[in-house]
């Protein structure tokens, strides 16, 4: 599925890490909310509020979740899950197209 | 209207200029389409094929269109149309947050 269908999109960017990591909110009917978004090389630390799944569009990073001492790599096609209340560190190697899903 | 409703979003993101310029496709019911994204500060020269109208959310930028001597600056609820087959500079001085609508 290469597309959200029905949905609303919020017009205004959600602009994070002075410009490092951009995203666009999309609104579902059942009152879900998933961002569509890019990560440009850099390592961040990102706190999760919601449980997240991150799901990779395309580029590679590595990422290490809270109280882990090891770091994953995951690339296109790829997914993983962050706990509500919790924080990943992320390493993108290369530029990161993603979807992040909230509330999974 | 802070959002698009009943839309089809494309998950991929649209990466220009190295980065310079990061958009999501927004896809409507009767065909047209938008496309709603950031441009970092810097100077670059879009082309177009169909006639666009860019709508500033946030941001400043200066704007030459293609045969114009003069530049002219926008910024947040201002927009500008560009013909279609055409060009324009466009000179962002604070990241510019937009809407292009395609097709106007």
New interface residues.
């Given amino acids: ?13 959600n ?1 994070y890490f002075d ?1 490092k990591c ?1 995203s ?1 909110s ?2 579902f009917a059942d009152g879900t909310k998933k961002s ?3 990560i ?1 090389p850099s390592t961040l630390t990102f706190n999760t509020g919601a449980p997240e799944i991150m799901e990779i ?2 580029g590679r990073c590595r990422v290490r979740l809270k109280g882990d001492a090891d770091w994953k790599e995951y690339g296109a096609g790829q997914s993983f899950a962050v706990p509500g209340n919790s924080s990943f560190d992320i390493e993108t190697l290369e ?1 990161l ?1 993603y ?1 992040c899903h909230f509330g999974n």
Same sequence: chains 1, 2.
């Fill in positions: 599925m290469s597309q959200f269908d029905n949905v609303s999109v919020v017009k205004k960017a602009v410009g951009v666009h999309v609104l569509v978004g890019v440009f569009n395309g530029l197209d979807v």
